[in-house]
């Protein structure tokens, strides 16, 4: 095992990270796919397993976020920037929600949540991981963030299977309820703590949220993601539809 396993970004010498887009960040996204991909097949094959999954899987998640907490913890490097206040991060306690959600109605209104807000949400963080540059390939911090980001893309999978979610453009207001309800505290969190939680005080770089405030300039950066937002979830909804037809 590399001598930089164990180690926060902040005890490793510089230059050990790797560019998006690089060998490295291809190989572990394909690696990655097709182990979600039989993830999912194997769960999903009997009835009884995917009814277990569905209650265990966001205990898992838990369960690996109170680990990476613990590591921080025992490194002297956990603080504010690590609270689960990312979109990524509130998938959890949506996950856990539709777990136990009573009614039909209530999985189906968590599952349009997960399928249209945090597996896109997700997916970006997998294209643009802001942790890459930080990291060596063989460390726990950066394969915790490919692990837990693809369960977060995982458990959708399985509520479709599951037969959980029925999305439709007409539940679009679930999402944006849940968006805007977010999106308010964690705002006002950021400004008053100085993080960036769901990125709403400057755009990672390397992204399309960077690409934006370049367009829009820092004053109509909130505006700008905003649109982009819109955009993305009206996109997905489109999708949706014609699938539907077809």
Not at 19 to 47: C, D, N, P, Q
Not at 77 to 94: A, D, E, I
Request: net charge neutral; with cysteine.
């Amino acid at each position: 095992m590399s001598e930089y396993f164990w180690k926060q970004y902040e005890d490793l010498p510089s230059g050990l990270g790797y560019m998006r887009f690089s060998a490295e960040h291809i190989v572990t996204l394909l690696i990655l796919g097709v182990l979600l991909i039989l993830t999912v097949r194997i769960l999903a094959a009997k009835e009884s397993r995917r009814a277990a999954s569905m209650k265990v899987l966001p205990w898992i998640m838990v369960g690996l976020e109170l680990f990476k907490d613990i590591f921080l913890v025992c490194a002297g490097h956990f603080g504010v920037g690590y609270l689960p206040l990312h979109l990524c991060s509130l998938g959890v306690f949506v996950f856990i929600a539709a777990s136990l959600a009573k009614t039909d109605r209530w999985r189906m209104i968590w599952s349009e949540i997960a399928c249209v807000l945090i597996v896109p949400a997700s997916a970006a963080a997998l294209i643009f991981p802001d942790w890459a540059h930080l990291y060596p390939v063989f460390n726990i911090m950066n394969l915790h963030g490919y692990v837990w980001h693809g369960m977060l893309l995982l458990y959708p999978a399985m509520m479709v299977k599951s037969g959980w979610s029925h999305l439709s453009v007409r539940h679009a207001h679930y999402v944006w309820i849940f968006m805007v309800g977010a999106a308010i505290p964690v705002y006002i969190f950021d400004r008053a703590a100085d993080c960036n939680y769901m990125f709403v005080n400057w755009p990672p770089k390397g992204t399309p949220l960077e690409w934006i405030a370049g367009v829009t300039g820092e004053s109509m950066y909130l505006l700008g993601y905003a649109a982009f937002a819109v955009i993305v979830i009206g996109l997905i909804y489109v999708g949706i539809e014609l699938y539907d037809k077809r």
